[in-house]
């Protein structure tokens, strides 16, 4: 039998209220965010390259498409949403291609950046940027399965020196593009991720949240943001661990970086109880 991903579970995760999306990075990772209750997972890019060997961007398309696939079988009760970075390609025709691999994954939804990747020219100009989103559109409408489709300015990660006003602006262009959701990555205070849940329009927003800046679930909840998301912030505090506990042996010849290693006891009893559930 074909599969067939939950769409409809997570259109309806974003109708009401504000849920969290953590990043998994393997399948391990996403089996043990199943475990613990939440209702979807997103891919990371970042987290994904980081066991690659390669560094956040160096993916190349394919290596990505596999790895969407391996996470989807990992949890196919749970809609997974893919970081499909920039589409891949910079025309809308090469977006609108590779969206359609994308679905072919069984991912529930898929985001689209704005971000070239390019220092000299670090977003897409506008036009093409929102010409881009409406290719995605036409792709995913194409494909008849109603994934769900966000769309995210990077005007905050590459540094735009008006970052809210100009994430606000594609923001807007974006949602009357026909993005599902909308997402501006890089704000940290209330009145900024406020600014940008006004821009949608009415459609749900995602806010990230790739570190302690002082807000909780429901602060971030009564801005109006319906999908939190925290991209490599899980990954990249596996990694900070596994950096400074080898930098104790190196350095100083000590094991003191062990000393946390206690809170992964429930690894083993959890993987053993969820392979024999899935079998």
């Known amino acids: 039998m074909a599969y067939t991903p939950p769409v409809d579970a997570f259109r309806q995760l974003h109708a009401s209220g504000c849920f969290v999306m953590p ?38 398309r394919d290596m990505m498409l596999a790895h969407l696939t391996e996470l989807v079988k990992a949890v196919p009760d749970l809609p997974v949403n893919a970081d499909f970075e920039n589409g891949y390609a910079d025309t809308p025709d090469g977006v609108a291609a590779n969206v359609k691999l994308c679905i072919a994954t069984g991912v529930a939804g898929l985001s ?19 010409e881009r989103i409406r290719a995605a559109r036409r792709a995913v409408d194409e494909t008849g399965t109603g994934v769900v489709l966000t769309a995210r300015a990077e005007c905050f990660l590459t540094g735009h020196p ?23 990555p890089g704000p940290k205070t209330i009145a900024d991720i406020s600014a940008i849940v006004a821009a949608a329009g009415g459609k749900p927003v995602n806010t990230l949240v790739y570190g302690d800046v002082g807000l909780s679930v429901s602060d971030i909840a009564a801005t109006g943001t319906r999908r939190i998301s925290i991209g490599a912030a899980l990954a990249r505090a596996a990694w900070a661990a596994f950096i400074e506990a080898t930098r104790l042996i190196k350095d100083e010849g000590s094991f003191k970086g062990f000393a946390g290693n206690g809170a992964s006891a429930p690894l083993n009893p959890f993987f053993r109880d969820d392979l024999k559930a899935r079998s």
């Open 23 to 60: 990043n998994p990075w393997d399948e391990g990772s996403a089996r043990w965010l199943r475990g613990q209750g939440f209702k979807a997972l997103a891919s990371t890019s970042a987290g994904f390259a980081f066991t690659q060997g390669r560094a956040d961007q160096d993916v190349p």
């Open 112 to 130: 689209i950046e704005d971000a070239t990747g390019r220092a000299d020219e670090p977003l897409y100009p506008f036009e093409l940027a929102v």
């Open 162 to 184: 008006d970052a809210l006003n100009e994430s606000v602006r594609r923001i807007e262009a974006y949602a009357e593009a026909g993005a599902d959701v909308l997402y501006a």
